[in-house]
């Protein structure tokens, strides 16, 4: 059966939840295992922090609470994929996928390592606890 390119793009998408769509068209690493690889994963994580274990609601209401903080709006709004193995720029290689948010992605960078960055996550999660309540 031939199907209309279009078409067949929409039908994959179908019923499927937006957010795991646009973190897939998000990056193009992730045509080689296809959406439904990446669906079936980004379904299985939980959604929160890997450090810190904020969860994507807190990460959406520190994103508005402190808009300054996350490059001008652009960040912060939702989770992001991180590498475990910075070396590993391959998005397609979801064993070493993990969900961070925002701020410890970002203070994260290529220097400190998951397991390093474990530790300070640990005393973010602190702070982030203390933002929320105020
Ligand atoms: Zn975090």
């Not at 193009?28 to 904020?54: H, P, R, T």
């Not at 070493?96 to 640990?122: P, V």
């Given at each position: 059966?031939?199907f209309n390119?279009s078409r067949e793009q929409s039908n994959i998408y179908k019923n499927k939840p937006k957010e795991s769509i646009d973190?897939y068209k998000?990056?193009?690493?992730?045509?080689?295992?296809g959406f439904d690889?990446f669906n079936?994963?980004?379904s299985?994580?939980?959604?929160?922090?890997?450090?810190?274990?904020?969860?994507?609601?807190?990460?959406?209401?520190?994103?508005?609470?402190?808009?300054?903080?996350?490059?001008?709006?652009?960040?912060?709004?939702?989770?992001?994929?991180?590498?475990?193995?910075?070396?590993?720029?391959?998005?397609?290689?979801?064993?070493?996928?993990?969900?961070?948010?925002?701020?410890?992605?970002?203070?994260?960078?290529?220097?400190?390592?998951?397991?390093?960055?474990?530790?300070?996550?640990?005393?973010?999660?602190?702070?982030?606890?203390?933002?929320?309540?105020?």
């Amino acid at each position: 059966m031939v199907f209309n390119n279009s078409r067949e793009q929409s039908n994959i998408y179908k019923n499927k939840p937006k957010e795991s769509i646009d973190i897939y068209k998000s990056k193009k690493d992730f045509k080689k295992i296809g959406f439904d690889v990446f669906n079936s994963w980004y379904s299985m994580q939980e959604k929160c922090c890997a450090y810190c274990g904020l969860t994507a609601l807190e990460s959406l209401q520190l994103y508005f609470r402190f808009p300054e903080s996350t490059r001008g709006g652009k960040r912060g709004k939702r989770l992001e994929l991180d590498g475990r193995d910075s070396s590993i720029k391959d998005y397609s290689k979801l064993e070493n996928l993990i969900l961070a948010c925002y701020w410890c992605n970002n203070a994260k960078t290529n220097y400190f390592t998951y397991d390093e960055f474990m530790i300070i996550g640990k005393a973010i999660k602190n702070i982030q606890k203390s933002r929320l309540i105020k």
